[in-house]
């Protein structure tokens, strides 16, 4: 008799312990889980900085060649360049690194999307039509809704074999240069257009004289 109450309290005091640690681990569980939540906040909070950071750079630098700067005065444009590069360098004082995990295969696919893309920027001064072409069929592979235009098939594979956070980055760096692009174009075409209105101005005064 003696020996089974023995018995039934060390099997109690197991109980305990089993039921204590289960709870124990299942709290820690959950704070981990909270953490979790937060460690991915704060890695899209840092993203969203990376990207306003290279937003303010390329607004600054649109800003400095834009066509409006050649039409104001040369006092005028070197004050507002000052204030220009005052703000940049103030934007680049802002580091801010995310680092995404790759395992060696996204890691590979990573290096072979940059070199296709680097490979068609360095064309842009022999042929920026054909350039912006190839990488219109670039970004249209990146995109989730139907492009407008032909799809580079091959890019499209590699860029799936790239990580999640990989995949935008690459998706944002074709925007930018979209982007710039299409600003270059403006102002040629405003260059352009100003060149010929300057040439029939003086060709009208020309013609003006000998009348």
Do not use: W
Not at 16 to 26: Q, T, V, W, Y
């Amino acid at each position: 008799m003696a020996q089974a109450k023995i018995n039934a309290k060390a099997n109690e005091g197991r109980f305990c312990r089993s039921s204590s640690m289960a709870d124990r681990s299942s709290r820690l569980l959950e704070s981990l889980d909270q953490l979790e939540l937060r460690v991915e906040a704060l890695r899209e909070a840092a993203t969203a900085v990376e990207q306003e950071k290279e937003i303010l750079l390329e607004m600054i630098h649109s800003i400095q060649n834009s066509q409006d700067m050649r039409q104001i005065s040369d006092g005028e444009r070197e004050e507002l360049n000052l204030t220009a590069n005052r703000l940049m360098g103030r934007t680049l004082t802002v580091e801010v690194s995310v680092e995404t995990i790759r395992n060696p295969q996204q890691q590979e696919s990573l290096k072979h999307a940059t070199r296709i893309i680097d490979e068609v920027v360095s064309k842009f001064l022999d042929d920026l039509g054909n350039a912006k072409s190839h990488l219109m069929s670039l970004y249209s592979a990146c995109s989730s809704e139907v492009p407008p235009g032909p799809v580079d098939q091959k890019f499209q594979s590699i860029v799936i074999g790239c990580a999640l956070e990989d995949q935008k980055k690459i998706k944002r760096r074709l925007e930018t240069l979209l982007r710039n692009i299409e600003n270059s174009d403006k102002a040629i075409k405003l260059l352009e257009h100003s060149k010929g209105a300057a040439s029939k101005t003086l060709q009208q005064n020309a013609e003006g004289k000998f009348n």
